[in-house]
């Protein structure tokens, strides 16, 4: 028997002569499936053939198993193995878990600091040391600050249900002076062979003074310092 919106049923009868036999369906509606999710416009796939986006009110398919899974971008999957008889009904409703890890953050210095994420705005501020659970993953800019030391910028990447540990030690405006006095020492007596030297003193009693610029006005964080330091330290 087959009407729609209805599973198909079948049954095998023997007929005998001179006699009526009658035969009975019971019919089942065909099993259907809803899905909702937060956040809405999740990838459903239905072993594994991707059928649609949530929310979707009504998904028809034949008795039997199957695997549904819906996935979001930047959120955990969410699976579920379903048996659907004739006549199911069945609601599924996805909580999704955004995708996160952490961060233990610790300085030889105490210091403050500010995470930022990619789109600009502070995703968490506070002292050292603290550990960050549950920050959403992805690509972050963290700025340290100790009075009395370089500010500290780099670059660093919440990777999913991992603890990203950083230990970090800033130099202290005090020891950058005396290194760049150093240089600037060195430097000049350079200039002063010049004559014999070339124009390499010159170039380097310049740079020297450029350095020290930057330093003054604060422009530059410890490691772009130190990569000054490496380069004019001939």
């Known amino acids: 028997i087959i009407k729609l919106g209805f599973v198909t ?13 009658n035969v009975d369906f019971d019919l089942y509606t065909i099993p259907k499936i809803s899905i909702n999710s937060n956040p809405s416009g999740a990838i459903i796939k239905i072993n594994g053939k991707e059928v ?11 008795p039997g198993n199957y695997t ?11 699976t579920k193995d379903l048996i659907l008889e004739p006549g199911d009904t069945i609601d599924i409703a996805a909580n999704l878990i955004q995708k996160a890890g952490a961060i ?3 300085s030889i210095q105490p210091s403050s600091y500010i995470l930022t994420g990619q789109d600009g705005k502070v995703a ?19 700025m340290l600050k100790s009075e009395g030391y370089i500010a500290l910028k780099k670059n660093i990447t919440v990777l999913h249900k991992e603890t990203l540990k ?11 002076n005396r290194e760049i006095q150093s240089l600037k020492a060195r430097s000049m007596r350079m200039f002063l062979l010049a ?3 070339g124009f390499v003193g010159g170039v380097s009693y310049y740079s020297s003074e450029q350095a ?11 490691v772009s310092l130190r990569k000054t330091f490496e380069i004019l330290d001939i």
């Open 68 to 78: 549904v899974s819906i996935s979001f971008y930047l959120y955990e999957d969410f």
């Open 195 to 197: 004559a014999v030297t």
């Open 52 to 62: 649609a986006k949530t929310p979707i009110s009504i998904i028809e398919l034949d």
């Open 104 to 106: 233990d953050l610790t």
């Open 166 to 176: 950083t230990n970090v030690t800033m130099r202290s405006m005090e020891e950058i």
């Open 212 to 222: 020290y610029a930057k330093y003054s006005d604060g422009s530059r964080d410890a």
């Open 124 to 142: 968490y501020k506070g002292t050292t040391p603290s550990l960050l659970d549950k920050v959403n993953i992805g690509k972050y800019e963290l």
């Open 9 to 21: 049923s079948l049954k095998t009868v023997e007929v005998m002569i001179d006699e009526m036999t």
